[in-house]
């Protein structure tokens, strides 16, 4: 079965500091893989995703995300944090041949601090 | 265009009562999914359809979990004789055509449901 871990429930920066979420996935089959973001009172939004081609993904807002299989990770980054990135972030996971039933994990909710 | 819409945005019932909840997909959306995200965790898959027909319900929690797309656009999510643990916020989504990889699943401001 698969699953997504995301280290950290809660993470701080400051403005203009890197931002860097942590996921990690089970699968026993090659992965799809999506960062989704949440803000207040706003639907998920999709920030990236890897389908398996370059395994450096570029998202929206400056967001990238490195696939490394020997890691089992996917974890998400942005060189210089702003105010308007504090939301939530979700890790998520498919195995594409299902209908793209995504398997989320617990997520990580980003504050900036100016 | 408009994306993905839920109705109604909030919800409160007694516990056992019975409750309806809407999803109205991108128009043209073959593929809709329900999810459902407890408080402080991510969402939970409940079930997928292609078209009119429930393709994956094997995360519904069980049979007192329904939900239906009769006519291919809209989704009703039926639940029966809800229970205190019931309370979440229901989260809809839909994609174009289901495919897994080069699909991108939009998703609704989700119904907060609390049962008393």
């Known amino acids: 079965a698969q699953s997504v871990t995301q280290l950290g429930s809660h993470v701080s920066v400051s403005e203009g500091a890197l931002v860097l979420l942590r996921c990690n996935y089970s699968?026993?089959?090659?992965?799809?893989l999506f960062w989704y973001v949440q803000y207040p009172n706003q639907g998920l939004q999709l920030l990236l995703k890897y389908t398996s081609a370059a395994t450096l993904v570029k998202g929206i807002n400056g967001f990238e995300a490195e696939f490394k299989k020997s890691e089992t990770s996917f974890h998400l980054t942005k060189p210089s944090a702003h105010m308007s990135d504090a939301a939530e972030y979700f890790c998520a996971v498919s195995e594409g041949n299902q209908g793209g039933k995504l398997i989320f994990g617990q997520g990580t909710e980003l504050s900036v601090k100016p | 265009g408009a994306g993905v819409s839920q109705t109604p945005s909030n919800k409160v019932t007694e516990k056992g009562k019975y409750v309806e909840l809407r999803c109205d997909p991108i128009?043209?959306?073959?593929?809709l999914y329900w999810y459902r995200q407890s408080l402080g965790q991510g969402p939970e898959f409940l079930i997928y359809?292609?078209?009119?027909?429930?393709?994956?319900d094997s995360g519904l929690p069980n049979d007192r979990f329904f939900a239906v797309r009769p006519e291919g656009s809209v989704s009703t999510l039926k639940i029966q004789r809800t229970e205190r643990g019931d309370s979440a916020v229901y989260l809809c989504a839909s994609s174009l055509t289901g495919d897994g990889v080069t699909d991108t699943q939009y998703f609704g401001p989700g119904t907060r449901l609390t049962v008393l």
């Open positions: 128009s043209g959306h073959t593929a």
């Open positions: 699968s026993s089959v090659p992965p799809y």
């Open positions: 359809f292609q078209g009119t027909g429930a393709a994956d």
